[in-house]
């Protein structure tokens, strides 16, 4: 046995650590194998993992799960599923005399939780038992029991757990998740059938390990079931006694034989290790502004951290994924992945450069086997398996097409925070392969207007014939949103082969030159100019500046409406280029504001006219389609909800033009109406525009890392004006580059 080394009496020791309980909803009891709701998401509404773990757990929420935590949940490789409704559950009886001492009669109960655990403590006059739930590594979460004897007299108890696996998928009768129980020592592990259904589990040779640190007599209670006991704990008054126990959960065998863990004193450094983690994370947490917005941050960063997750599999570096609790959000996608390390880069470098590098691991080069023509692109998302073109057996593995630029703003803002020449060294070349290919392969007609499109892909070809169908859902999956009206399908909206100079086919673009698209390439220039100022490429950053002015004075002409006063997509019809403001307005065309493409004038003219409850300045400001669009549809994906990573874009674009104090009231009003922002609710994938319900996938990971960037932008602490100072970002007039 050691001494606890966990918070679970003592508490976070942080800059006002008082604030930061119970700030998600962790408390319930998992009624099956994947209970889940209309929406597909999980219940219950959030669930604790830290450290890159793939297994999590929750508070109990009655009486007769009091001593444990509920769950765990485990990813099977791609799905979050849970193995119990509770798999230690403790049960505590007086040594002396037999009785059981019942923890619902406490006259003292507190279940709560905290950014580095899940806690509970009982209270009697005579005794106190305190349980703590926290991380010691990727694979190992610490349950640690503690009794204190509070009589003045010697006491002596006896613990026992016990608990039984969920054995059933319900949509898969046949199959049995447990292969097999063994006892060994004072561990109990599961080893799990393998199983290859690549749209509900997926699983190798996986196991569940539990494991004590004291000795414990162990016997099996039915086929699956366990109970663990230990022997009599004398207590002399005012002593304590601390108990843990390590629950482990494997992908593979040899994942499990590799492991160097299971060494307690490692395990105890870990832990200690963990919450020095936390403690440096709420550092910049002090200040005068409202608890409530530094309650937010906090939420923000343990719904990033919870959706963390270590390498395995296919994922060869620590990624965050877009949320554990929703059905197909396990893996690592492209944009999101850029929006999340400009967010970590505020709290965790090191887990920013490796979601970074987690989606870079697969840049396609030009020995490629499946893709060379796409030397220079990435992947839209990676998961734990590949897919079938890659000889792996997974679904959601996804090479049909890209995502929107945003890697080297990514980059840029994580340089920014480290100062890590290193990263750049890096990531440069890559990034500009990775610009370059925009350019080679979603440029139809070269004049210098990307447009977006689809990759070469099996699922493109139906009956030996392009998939017109199939390439325009791609090419709406390629810019991130995926049912915008401007992507509706009518008969001026054509496919387009692309070819290389020898005629070769490389891929496919839409007749349609878009505003964000182009806007973010835009800026991407300007990131990688001031990059290779920094590397003393002093000609190559004049030519992206060169390249930026090109494109800027495109967008700027070309893109932008007089008669409506707003930025638009290019319909490329054979009547020729006609802006697209038959769809309506959509949130894209504020991007150009962020990137600083739009003229004073343009911009100007845009803020007056459409910062009004009936078009962007809605109840949740910025939906992502105008309120007066004949379009708008407020619950409807990208439709209207509002997605805060581009209300995000908006709101800087207004701050950038000057405009920040109406940034700062549209950001104010946004947490504030964003259901469950400034409570205990999970965090929301986007939100009704009108009602601020919160919608689709809980517990979403850009929308926690865009309130977590508005925290740092306009709720801290304000300078004499009220308003922070923004960060100088590149004008095609600054040639030197200081800026940064």
Known sequence: MLTCLLLCAAGLAGPGSADFEDLLPYAGTPTAMEPRDANGNLRPGAVYVD?????????PDSPAYYGGFTGPLFIAQEYSLYLSDGLQRLSLQDADTGQARELASATGIH????????????????????LGLSYSDQRSAIVTTKLHNLSPGAQSWRLSWHGQPLSQHPELPQYSLIASLSLEGDSIRWRFNPIREPWRILLSDAEYELSFDTHVTLSRQGKFGYRASTEALPLAAGESVSLMAAHRYFHTAKESRDYLGRDWSRVAKGLQQNRQRWRQRLQ????????AYRSLAVKSMLTLVHNWRSPAGAIRHDAVTPSVTYKWFNGVWAWDSWKQVVALAHFDTALAKGNLLAMFDYQFAADDPVRPQDAGGLPDAVFYNQ?????????????????????????????SRTQDLALLRLMYPKLKAYHEWWYRNRDH????LVEYGANLHPAHVKEGKLDVAAIIQAAAWESGMDNAPRFDAGADLR????????GKLLGYSLSQESVDLNSYLYAEKQFLARMAQRLTLTVEAADWLAQAQTLGEQIRSRMFDEASGFFYDLRLTYGGPQLLTSAGKGVEGWIPLWAGVASPAQARRMIAQEL???SFATRVPFPSVGADSPNFAPRQYWRGPVWLDQAWFALQGLDRYGYRREASRLAKQLVAQAQGALGDASIRENYDPLTGEGLHASNFSWSAAVFLLIYERWLKERDAAGIRPQPKMIDIADTKLNAG
Not at 51 to 59: K, M
Not at 112 to 130: A, I, K
Not at 495 to 502: G, I, L, P, T, Y
């Open 284 to 291: 910049g947490l002090s200040g005068a502004e409202p608890a």
């Open 111 to 130: 279940i709560y939780s905290r950014p580095d655990g899940l806690f509970q403590q009982f209270d009697w006059v005579d005794l106190s038992l305190t």
């Open 51 to 59: 450290a890159g773990a793939w297994h999590g757990f929750h508070l």
């Open 387 to 415: 897919d079938g073109e890659r000889g792996g057996s997974g679904g959601n593995w996804n090479e049909r097409n890209a995502k929107p630029p945003l890697a080297a703003w990514a980059v840029w803002e994580l340089y």
């Open 445 to 448: 007609d070269h004049n210098g």
């Open 495 to 502: 496919v387009w082969e692309n070819r290389d100079a020898a």
């Open 612 to 614: 009004h409850p009936q």
